[in-house]
Each structure stands twice: as structure tokens, then as C-alpha cells.
């Protein structure tokens, strides 16, 4: 199983609607989860870290279960300039060689 | 400001030549990584330094050699690389390499080796 596993999609919507994207992780001792683009052959771009209350950014809200050991990620209203690759990036403590894990990206693009 | 630049953009070198990627980051931050992608691959980590020591080497083969001459510069010494080392090269920083601390990337280095 994967540390940390995506739906590579892709996601194809129109403006305006709103989309969610889930993340999975194996490794319960994570403790710190965040949400990054990367626009296509550019570098990933930090979106949001995602604390255990849930948090809000504009347009994007960010929640994690550590209980079933889940992130999501909402966009609301989707812009054209949303179209991008989303990445889930877990920080677990465990396995030394390790610092931050990548899910292999879910693609969303937003159509006119 | 969180601006990590990276010299040059784009590379294209033999496979006996020698070169050197750049990373700089002037934001205070105490850790610096390298990473690797390959297309429609996430990232995947190569080195990190914290405080300037090399703490991290995620088996990464020696034609690859890190060097972090001070807290704001990091490079990565290319030599006798292969066709499949081609790749975009990630420079980022953080505040510390600790578990809660995000990361800053810069814009990358794309690498073609012929």
C-alpha cells in the first residue's frame, strides 16, 4: 500500500462548480498534512497546510481526519486558473529516511 | 518573501561531462532539500541538509554530490551522468527540517542528459 494515496483523476469541470479531492495515509503518526499545485512543468506550490480543525482559505477549505487518516481538499466556485495538478504531502515521523511524502497528484481541470 | 531561486533553468550535458546545479534561499530558513521529478511523478526526495550538515541521503547514487557552502546556498555536482538522470531538479528550504514546518520550492532545474 501506498504512504499516501490520491485519485490521479483526471477531474474535468466546469466553472463555477465545486469539486473535492480526498488523500489517504497509511501512517497514523503523521502529524503534519498539507496541500500543494504544480502547474504543469513548473514547481509545486505550497496551497494550504491543513490543521485538525479543518481551515479555510478563500475559495478552499482544507480538512483532515486523523481518524481514518484522511485529507480532503474542497474548491469552491472553480476558476480556470484552479487547472492544475493537486498534491497530498504527509510529514510522518517514522522511517528515518523520510521527510515529506508525496501522493502522485490528482489532475483537475476547469473548463470554460 | 519565500523565494527559492535555482540556477540555471535548463541544462543539457553529456554523460562525461561535469556541472553544478545552484539553490539559493534568503528567507532565514535552516534546511534545504534536493529533489527529483520526473514526469507526471510526484517529487521524490534526494538529499537534505540541516544547519548546513547533510542529514539525509535517500541512497542517492555518488554521480550525485550535494554541497551546502552556507546557509543559503545548496548545489548539486553533476558528473558522468546516465540518459535516465533526466529529469527537473527541486531545490527547496524550510524553516527546520522538523515535521511541521512546510516547504518552499523553487522553480527548478531541467535537466537533459545526452
Known amino acids: 500500500r501506498k504512504e499516501v494515496e490520491q485519485d490521479p483523476g483526471p477531474f474535468n469541470v466546469p466553472e463555477g462548480a465545486t469539486v473535492a479531492f480526498n488523500c489517504t495515509y497509511s501512517?497514523?503518526?503523521?502529524?503534519?498534512f498539507f496541500w500543494y499545485r504544480q502547474d504543469c512543468r513548473k514547481e509545486p506550490k505550497l496551497l494550504m497546510s491543513v490543521y485538525s480543525s479543518g481551515n479555510e482559505d478563500g475559495r478552499f477549505t482544507a480538512q483532515l481526519n486523523r481518524a481514518s487518516q484522511y485529507i480532503s481538499l474542497l474548491i469552491r466556485d472553480s476558476k480556470l486558473s484552479d487547472s492544475a495538478t493537486y498534491l497530498c504531502v504527509v510529514n510522518s515521523p517514522s522511517g528515518s529516511a523520510r521527510q515529506l511524502t508525496f501522493g502522485s497528484g490528482t489532475q483537475l481541470t476547469v473548463l470554460p | 518573501d519565500t523565494e527559492v531561486t535555482q540556477t540555471p533553468k535548463h541544462l543539457v550535458m553529456g554523460m562525461t561531462n561535469k556541472k553544478s546545479l545552484k539553490c539559493e534561499q534568503h528567507?532565514?530558513?535552516?534546511?534545504m532539500y534536493w529533489y527529483k521529478q520526473k514526469a507526471k511523478k510526484p517529487p521524490e526526495l534526494m538529499f537534505v541538509?540541516?544547519?548546513?550538515?547533510?542529514?539525509i541521503n535517500e541512497s542517492v547514487p555518488s554521480r550525485f554530490s550535494p554541497e551546502c557552502p552556507n546557509s543559503s546556498l545548496l548545489n548539486l555536482h553533476l558528473h558522468a551522468l546516465q540518459p535516465e538522470d533526466s529529469a527537473l531538479y527541486l531545490c527547496?528550504?524550510?524553516?527546520?527540517?522538523?515535521?511541521?514546518?512546510?516547504?518552499?520550492f523553487g522553480p527548478g532545474t531541467r535537466l537533459t542528459v545526452t
Open positions: 527547496a528550504s524550510s524553516q527546520e527540517a522538523g515535521l511541521a514546518y512546510e516547504q518552499y
Open positions: 528567507m532565514g530558513h535552516r534546511a
Open positions: 501512517n497514523s503518526a503523521s502529524q503534519s
Open positions: 541538509y540541516s544547519y548546513e550538515k547533510l542529514s
